[in-house]
């Protein structure tokens, strides 16, 4: 993979649950974790050697908590929230003008985002 570091451990010699990491001399972060294979994570935001634990199927079926970096955890709660901004845009607009489906687009992200504002503050008037 391009910009990756060379000297982050092999596969082999990394178990499940455990990780490497390199921070370059500009703050970022390169982390490289095992879980079924190796998952690389390139970040600026998150300390690479916070851990926290998190829970996986073993083959057998049986739940087994894995130690993974807080970086992935945190991937793993916000990773769906662009797959639901696709859903509730309604994308499929045609235009022989490139500009009209731009327009488009964003006129129906801001009514999205309207949307789940006003849902949130519902939500916290009647609570």
């Not at 000297?7 to 649950?17: F, S």
């Not at 199927?57 to 993974?68: F, H, L």
């Not at 789940?116 to 008037?125: D, M, P, T």
């Amino acid at each position: 993979m391009k910009d990756v570091p060379t000297d982050l451990a092999e596969d082999k010699m990394l178990k499940r649950g455990e990780s490497d990491c390199r921070v370059s001399w500009d703050g970022l972060v390169c982390v490289k974790w095992t879980d079924y294979g190796a998952i690389y994570f390139l970040s600026n935001y998150l300390n690479p050697t916070a851990v926290d634990t998190t829970i996986r199927k073993k083959k057998d079926g049986t739940n087994q908590k894995v130690a993974c970096p807080k970086i992935i955890k945190k991937y793993n709660h916000h990773m769906g929230y662009v797959g639901k901004i696709d859903m509730l845009c309604e994308v499929g607009r045609k235009s022989k003008k490139w500009w009209h489906r731009i327009l488009l687009y964003f006129i129906d992200l801001s009514v999205v985002n309207d949307f789940i504002l006003f849902k949130k503050e519902l939500l916290q008037r009647l609570n």
